[in-house]
């Protein structure tokens, strides 16, 4: 059973086009996260949502939305798609508090041409 | 520092060497010291984490301590082997901060020649 399931895999679409990953876990995590594998490779916290709390990550741009329909599910959708968009992007669950890890979906690589 | 640093940023050691690595972290208002093991093309696994000052965490021939007050902590790898090649994560939380606000570090890639 996949802890952290992402949806699609592989996405690639042309500029400009508007697109959605999907992201559902079923631990019974309160919180999810949406992380961007940028091209350093370094891993950085786009959004991280519970049902009281929304924090964006100030340098996202507000192309990129979460939508939470409830707690199993964090989608993230991207608006007027960039080349600079493309990259891997990994969701990620957790209970609330911070000694408790993160567990991560297998990656969304991006594409846009 | 503000940044969370790793280093080496990559290593190669052959079957059954042992090796360590370093995270250095922002050692004011910390609260949590994460650790992961990321294989290529698979998701980032949590390893450990660490929030006293003096922990030592153990799992099979990984072990990691962790120094709050200097704001670094060491990854041990005992008797490397093939499988243990990947790159090893380390993420700080400071006090105040949610979950949304962990720090990674750019990774540790171990390679383990047979």
């Known amino acids: 059973d996949t802890a952290v399931s992402q949806t699609p895999k592989y996405l690639v679409t042309q500029m400009g086009n508007d697109k959605s990953i999907k992201c559902e876990q079923n631990l019974g995590h309160d919180t999810m996260y949406w992380y961007k594998q940028d091209s350093k490779k370094f891993l950085k916290i786009m959004f991280s949502y519970n049902n009281k709390e929304l924090i964006i990550n100030e340098t996202v741009p507000n192309r990129f939305s979460p939508k939470s329909p409830d707690k199993a599910h964090l989608n993230l959708h991207i608006n007027s798609l960039e080349l600079g968009d493309s990259a891997v992007y990994f969701c990620a669950s957790s209970r609330l508090s911070g000694a408790n890890v993160l567990t991560f979906g297998a990656g969304s690589r991006l594409t846009v041409l | 520092i503000l940044n969370v640093e790793q ?53 099979g021939r990984i072990s990691a301590t962790l120094n709050t007050k200097e704001g670094y902590s060491y990854l041990y790898i005992k008797g490397s082997q093939p499988e243990d090649s990947a790159t090893y994560l380390c993420a700080s939380l400071r006090y105040g901060g949610s979950q949304g606000n962990l720090i990674f570090g750019k990774g540790t890639k171990l390679s383990v020649k047979p």
């Open chain 2, 7 to 59: 280093s080496p940023q990559s290593l190669h050691v052959q079957e059954g060497d042992s090796t360590n690595f370093t995270c250095s972290f922002p050692s004011s208002n910390f609260y949590a010291l994460h650790w992961y093991r990321w294989e290529t093309a698979k998701s980032p696994e949590a390893l450990f984490v660490m929030t006293l000052n003096g922990d030592e965490k153990k799992k």
